[in-house]
């Protein structure tokens, strides 16, 4: 890990899981069921498959009926209904621990930071304002667009910070605690560090090929040579 971390001019971090616990008080179940009533409220809840009607994740929800190409303006509903959700939340939203210290120790070492999430990117940029981390990240923010086909797995917000970055591919680090984060890292080129909170995450991120895989932010800070990570970090 030590050289994933000393390799990166550019550390690209989702936001959800990585940053914070984004539905801290609110649950994400809470949300995708109020999207699947959000269809029926729009007469289009044909378009939710067995699988998406007992579904906890409203990304998910959202992408796969977008596959189902509704009419625009059913999509455009639901994106913005699960966009006030998530600005709403991000006002009460739980810091990843070590994650704000992380993010100001990679700025000060003169690395760029961005985010490249799934998320609407008002809530990250609200969350990131909320925690005075915004001058950090100096507005590199790449979350979901109009284009739901464009949701990670999809490399698309990780190209697009990149490109805003003006960063080497091989020169970065995607910091993410999914297996689309990883998906998305490796169609971009960029190496890739997995954040899990438990074994199952470890194990899944692990068996899509993950490498490096930590359950706490404070190994990354260690690797930094950060004050705030422990000197037997495990790497």
């Keep these: 890990?030590?050289?994933l971390v000393s390799n990166?001019?550019?550390v690209l971090f989702d936001f959800d899981g990585p940053v914070c616990q984004l539905f801290a008080v609110r649950s994400a179940e809470s949300v995708a069921?109020?999207?699947r009533s959000l269809t029926e409220e729009l007469a289009v809840s044909a378009l939710l498959t067995?699988?998406?009607r007992t579904s906890t994740d409203p990304h998910r929800v959202l992408r796969e009926i977008a596959r189902r190409r509704p009419e625009p303006g059913v999509l455009s509903r639901l994106e913005a209904a699960l966009t006030a959700e998530e600005v709403s939340a991000a006002g009460s939203a739980r810091?990843?621990?070590y994650a704000g210290a992380l993010i100001a120790a990679l700025a000060g070492q003169g690395r760029r930071v961005a985010i490249a999430t799934n998320n609407s990117p008002l809530a990250a940029a609200r969350y990131l304002e909320r925690q005075r981390l915004a001058g950090y990240?100096?507005?590199r923010v790449y979350g979901r667009t109009a284009d739901l086909a464009l949701l990670k797995p999809h490399p698309d917000s990780v190209l697009r910070a990149l490109a805003g970055t003006g960063a080497d591919p091989a020169r970065s680090l995607m910091i993410g605690d999914s297996l689309a984060d990883h998906a998305a890292a490796t169609a971009a080129g960029v190496p890739f560090l997995g954040y899990a909170l438990d074994d199952a995450g470890e194990h899944a991120l692990r068996a899509a090929g993950a490498e490096c895989v930590v359950r706490s932010l404070q190994w990354v800070l260690a690797a930094l040579g950060h004050r705030d990570g422990h000197e037997d970090a495990p790497f």
Aim: glycine share 12%; net charge positive; proline share 11%.
């Design 137 to 139: 990240v100096a507005g």
């Design 1 to 3: 890990m030590r050289g």
């Design 95 to 97: 810091p990843t621990p």
């Design 33 to 35: 069921v109020r999207l």
């Design 50 to 52: 067995a699988e998406l």
């Design 8 to 10: 990166a001019h550019c």
